[in-house]
């Protein structure tokens, strides 16, 4: 009997950023091997608002018994002790990056601590929540999956384009868009005719506008959001991403340019180095100063050869280990001592560990 799961989560696909992209992830990996219900909780609403829609949402789901509960974000774990019919009913967390990189107290940890299986998207993930939070049990690494793309650039025949693709956030300043500005004079005293593509919205698209105004920066142009095919096109029509990000768990924006077939630029220390290791088709920056920046973007937006050749790496690193199939794969096999055991044994497996919570 496949096993009933519910997946708790504020909501599934593009437009609710890269969570959203995640959970359309794991309901693909669930399809065909459970019974899926999704309790959606609105994260755009106001609060007042949505809290008590999640709890109302959660509580009418667990009136229908699932046999396992999957949180994809630790604010909805704790609706896990909230909901007394989910209390002894196993249940999973994804973490993500940021959101548990800090100090997690109350419920949160209560949630973490409680989890039968804490899921984590890359090891930088789990290494960076631990320094804040030792306590955090082991968890498993469950690297995400892209489309794999039969049309890939022609990096080759690409103008000398860089390309950002990423929210603009005030609270999130350390994905790279200041560093790559103040590097751009110097990327252009080198490469006259390099251009620089800004896609993504957020409250500090101003400041970098004025910015890029102010300090009179040739060749940027901010594109604002586009859809999912646009993105795409924009991929295939330029030669390096920037992706010198602090803030990342695991980056998929750098995967998803990488599966087209264009070479990106990381920042040493971070997640980029655990995903594309050296010759994987990835140029690092030491730190975010300007010469760090220039000094590993030059190479690569001055010859179009040389990029061609780190984007077939890239490419080919992605094909082997990041396809939404490997994703799928990973998460079962995480999931599997609990979900995926086949008939009596998968529901002894459940009814065991229900009788060590409860005991």
């Not at 609403?45 to 829609?53: E, L, N, S």
């Not at 890239?314 to 939404?324: H, I, M, N, Q, T």
Request: net charge positive; hydrophobic share 45%; aromatic share 6%.
């Amino acid at each position: 009997m496949r096993p009933r799961i519910a997946l708790v989560t504020s909501g599934i696909g593009t437009k609710h950023g890269g969570i959203g992209v995640v959970a359309g992830l794991i309901v693909s990996a669930l399809e065909g091997h459970s019974r899926i219900t999704v309790w959606e909780h609105h994260a755009f609403w106001p609060r007042f608002a949505r809290i008590p829609v999640a709890v109302g949402r959660a509580f009418l789901g667990s009136l229908k018994t699932p046999d396992f509960v999957l949180y994809d974000h630790v604010d909805l774990a704790i609706l896990h002790a909230v909901i007394p019919r989910l209390r002894e009913i196993p249940y999973a967390v994804f973490l993500h990056g940021i959101e548990v990189w800090k100090p997690l107290v109350g419920r949160r940890r209560e949630a973490l601590l409680g989890a039968n299986v804490l899921l984590v998207n890359s090891a930088t993930t789990a290494a960076e929540a631990r320094i804040f939070n030792p306590w955090l049990p082991k968890a498993k690494v469950t690297w995400l999956g892209v489309e794999n793309q039969n049309e890939v650039a022609d990096v080759r025949a690409a103008a000398p384009t860089g390309l950002i693709v990423g929210r603009m956030a005030d609270s999130e300043r350390l994905k790279g868009h200041d560093a790559v500005m103040d590097a751009w004079p110097l990327i252009k005293s080198t490469i006259p005719d390099a251009k620089l593509m800004i896609v993504g919205g957020g409250n500090d698209k101003d400041r970098l506008q004025k910015r890029v105004k102010t300090e009179q920066l040739a060749g940027v142009e901010f594109c604002g959001r586009v859809d999912d095919a646009q993105r795409n096109q924009m991929y295939r029509s330029c030669r390096l991403l920037f992706y010198p990000s602090k803030q990342e768990g695991f980056g998929l924006a750098g995967v998803e340019a990488a599966s087209f077939g264009v070479p990106l630029l990381g920042l040493a220390g971070t997640v980029t180095e655990e995903l594309f290791p050296t010759g994987t088709g990835a140029v690092i920056a030491k730190d975010l100063s300007r010469e760090s920046i220039a000094e590993a973007a030059i190479p690569v937006l001055g010859s179009s050869r040389h990029a061609a050749e780190l984007g077939r790496a890239a490419s080919a690193r992605v094909k082997a280990v990041f396809l939404r199939e490997h994703f799928t794969d990973r998460f079962r096999q995480a999931l599997a001592p609990l979900l995926f055991s086949s008939g009596a044994e998968a529901t002894n497996t459940l009814g065991t560990d229900l009788k060590k919570r409860t005991a």
